[in-house]
Each structure stands twice: as C-alpha cells, then as structure tokens.
C-alpha cells in the first residue's frame, strides 16, 4: 500500500498502520483519525476565538462555563469557577478580577447568601460571544439536524465512551 500525502490543507484521514493500530480495521483507525481532526480543528477554532475577544484559554473556560449556568440561571461562585476549572481560589480570585477589569462579568450580591458574591456575565459578553461564535454554531446545528434518530444514538455511544475513556487517564 503506497501512502500518498494529503492535498496542503487538508489533513489525511485515511486508516494507516502503526505502532497503536495493528489490531484495528481500516475503518476503525479512520474513525480515531477523523477524532483527532476534529479536536484539533476545535483547538485552532478556540485559540482564534481566544484571540479574537483577546483572552487567554483559562478566561475563555472560565466564560464558557459562567455563560452556561447563568443560562441554566444557577448562580456562579469565584469557588464554583476554581472548581470546574481546577484552579486555586486565588487564580479563580485573580481570573474573576480581570474578567472585571476587562467587562466581561460583574460582580452582584448572592440572592440568597448576604456575605457571598455571585459573578454574572455583562452584556458584552453575550454579544461578544454570539458574534464571534454565532455562524460556527449554526453550522453545527445544521450538521447535526442531518443525522437521523439511529445515528445520533450511535454518535452519542461513542462520544460518551470517548469522554469517559479519556477522563479515567
């Protein structure tokens, strides 16, 4: 078998032999190569996005995660995002405190808890956001609109497998 390189651009994900995938069918290792396309093509996506709102990739975690519970209206602790980012409350302290610096939260008193301060995005990162992620996630949507009921229970077996395989390492 003659291994020809890909076009410039486009990455080869055809099944090659090696050193991890001997026992593997062809169809099998092209599967793990379309994977690892996809998560660097997701890595480039976010180091552009990061660039484009000009933050690092802890602050842009941090946004992410502050954007999703608000959404799911939990309120959002400095320990909360030490926590989920696994950083030190004095990183989250210090994270929280640029965040603010640069707009893209606030800080508000706990609905509940009097000593407590929740953090809550501004509404210029929901408009940042939606405009730099906006097309991107359309496009996704409509990719995954195209799967049928089957294959979505498959896709998802697999990621969830995926996932789980990844984080017990």
């Given at each position: 078998?003659?291994?020809?390189?890909?076009?410039?651009?486009?990455?080869?994900?055809?099944?090659?032999?090696?050193?991890?995938?001997?026992?593997?069918?062809?169809?099998?290792?092209?599967?793990?190569?379309?994977?690892?396309?996809?998560?660097?093509?997701?890595?480039?996506?976010?180091?552009?996005?990061?660039?484009?709102?000009?933050?690092?990739?802890?602050?842009?975690?941090?946004?992410?995660?502050?954007?999703?519970?608000?959404?799911?209206?939990?309120?959002?602790?400095?320990?909360?995002?030490?926590?989920?980012?696994?950083?030190t409350g004095a990183s989250?302290?210090?994270?929280?405190?640029?965040l603010e610096r640069d707009?893209?939260?606030?800080?508000?008193?706990?609905?509940?808890?009097?000593?407590?301060?929740?953090?809550?995005?501004?509404?210029?990162?929901?408009?940042?956001?939606?405009?730099?992620?906006?097309?991107?996630?359309?496009?996704?949507?409509?990719?995954?609109?195209?799967?049928?009921?089957?294959?979505?229970?498959?896709?998802?077996?697999?990621?969830?497998?995926?996932?789980?395989?990844?984080?017990?390492?």
């Open positions: 078998m003659v291994n020809v390189p890909p076009p410039p651009g486009e990455s080869d994900t055809s099944a090659q032999p090696g050193y991890w995938y001997e026992s593997l069918s062809d169809h099998h290792v092209e599967v793990l190569n379309l994977l690892r396309d996809y998560r660097e093509a997701e890595r480039k996506m976010r180091s552009h996005t990061r660039d484009d709102m000009r933050m690092n990739e802890t602050e842009l975690l941090a946004l992410r995660y502050l954007l999703k519970q608000t959404n799911l209206n939990t309120p959002v602790l400095q320990r909360d995002i030490a926590r989920e980012l696994g950083i989250a302290s210090a994270l929280a405190q640029r707009g893209y939260i606030e800080r508000n008193p706990h609905p509940k808890d009097g000593r407590a301060t929740v953090l809550v995005p501004t509404v210029k990162t929901n408009e940042e956001v939606r405009s730099t992620l906006n097309e991107m996630h359309q496009q996704m949507f409509d990719v995954v609109r195209q799967l049928d009921d089957r294959e979505v229970l498959a896709v998802k077996k697999f990621l969830i497998a995926m996932i789980e395989t990844v984080k017990n390492h």
